[in-house]
C-alpha cells in the first residue's frame, strides 16, 4: 500500500497537502524504525526502492529553514534527531543525527555524523569523526572506529546501500561505500578501503580467492596492494587482504580486539 503510492506520487510534479502529510508520516516511520531502506529477507539484503524515493520527495517537499541549537546556528531542509533520553540513546556532543535515520536503544554515538534515511542497530558504537551517509545499514553491537567513512547512498533509486552485519569490528579511518556487505563478525584492520572494484583477496590458504563487494563472515581484514599494468607502466593499486577468520572460541566483545592482536593489527 505505502509502496504504491509513493511510486505514485514519484511521478507527480505537484503534491496536494494531504499527499505530502503521506510523505511526511513515511518519514516518521522510517525514523522510529518501523520500515527502513534495506532489510534481509531469506539470508538476502533486498533494497526497498520505495523507501528511498520517499525521502527524495521528502527533501523536495521541505523547505529551507534556521534551526539554532545556542550557539550554533543551521540552514537546512531536513530537522535534527531529538528525545535521545527517552530512546537510551547516548549522544555526544557535537554528535549530528538527522531526522529520518533510526537509531536503536544502547547506542554511543560520538561527535560524528549520521545521515537520514540510515539504520544504526542496539549496542552499537559511532567513534568519533565516523559518518553513516544516507541508507547505510547498520547491525548489533558494531564498532565503528574514528574517522571511519561509511558512504550513503540516494540516487540512483537501484543502488544498494552500505551494509555492515552484527558484531562487525571497522577499525580506523575505514572507508566503505558502493553498496558493499561486510557480513557478520567480520573485522576490518585501519585504513581498510572496500568499494565494488575492490579485489578481495582471501590469501589465507594455499591459493588465494577472490571476493567481490562483499567481505565474508568473520574475516580478518586489512589493506594491501597488487601490480597492476598500466600505459605508463606497472604500478601498485590497493586491495583488501582476507588474512583468517575470527575464532568461535572467544567471546564476541572480547574478540574485536583480540582478533587485532592476534594478527598484529591497529585498530
Not at 575505514?174 to 590469501?203: M, P, R, Y
Not at 586489512?222 to 586491495?239: D, L, R, T
Request: charged fraction near 25%; proline fraction near 3%.
Amino acid at each position: 500500500m505505502l509502496e504504491n503510492t509513493i511510486n505514485k506520487l514519484f511521478k507527480k510534479s505537484n503534491l496536494s497537502k494531504n499527499e505530502r502529510n503521506k510523505i511526511e508520516n513515511i518519514i516518521s516511520a522510517l525514523d522510529s524504525g518501523s520500515i527502513r531502506v534495506a532489510e534481509k529477507k531469506e539470508e538476502k539484503w533486498v533494497t526497498n526502492e520505495w523507501v528511498k524515493k520517499a525521502i527524495l520527495l521528502y527533501f523536495k517537499i521541505r523547505k529551507m529553514e534556521k534551526i539554532v541549537i545556542d550557539p550554533f546556528e543551521f540552514y537546512d531542509k531536513i530537522p535534527l534527531k531529538k528525545g535521545f533520553k527517552d530512546k537510551h540513546i547516548r549522544v555526544v556532543p557535537h554528535a549530528l543525527i538527522r531526522y529520518g535515520s533510526f537509531v536503536n536503544k544502547n547506542v554511543i554515538v560520538m561527535p560524528s555524523y549520521v545521515n537520514i534515511g540510515a539504520y544504526i542497530d542496539s549496542g552499537t558504537m559511532v567513534d568519533t569523526w565516523a559518518t553513516v551517509g544516507s541508507c547505510a545499514q547498520i547491525g548489533k553491537n558494531v564498532h565503528i572506529s574514528g574517522g571511519v567513512g561509511v558512504g550513503g547512498v540516494l540516487e540512483p533509486l537501484q543502488a544498494n546501500p552500505v551494509i555492515i552485519e552484527d558484531n562487525c569490528f571497522i577499525g580506523s579511518r575505514c572507508i566503505i561505500v558502493e553498496g558493499v556487505i561486510v557480513k557478520k563478525e567480520a573485522v576490518l584492520g585501519a585504513g581498510v578501503t572496500l568499494t565494488q572494484s575492490t579485489k578481495i583477496i582471501d590469501v589465507s590458504g594455499e591459493k588465494e580467492v577472490y571476493y567481490n563487494g562483499e567481505i565474508p563472515e568473520r574475516s580478518v581484514v586489512i589493506p594491501g596492494s597488487y601490480e597492476k599494468k598500466f600505459s605508463a607502466g606497472i604500478f601498485f593499486v590497493p586491495c583488501a587482504l582476507i588474512i583468517g577468520k575470527r575464532k568461535k572460541s572467544t567471546d564476541k566483545k572480547t574478540t574485536l580486539n583480540q582478533a587485532l592482536r592476534e594478527f598484529k593489527l591497529s585498530t
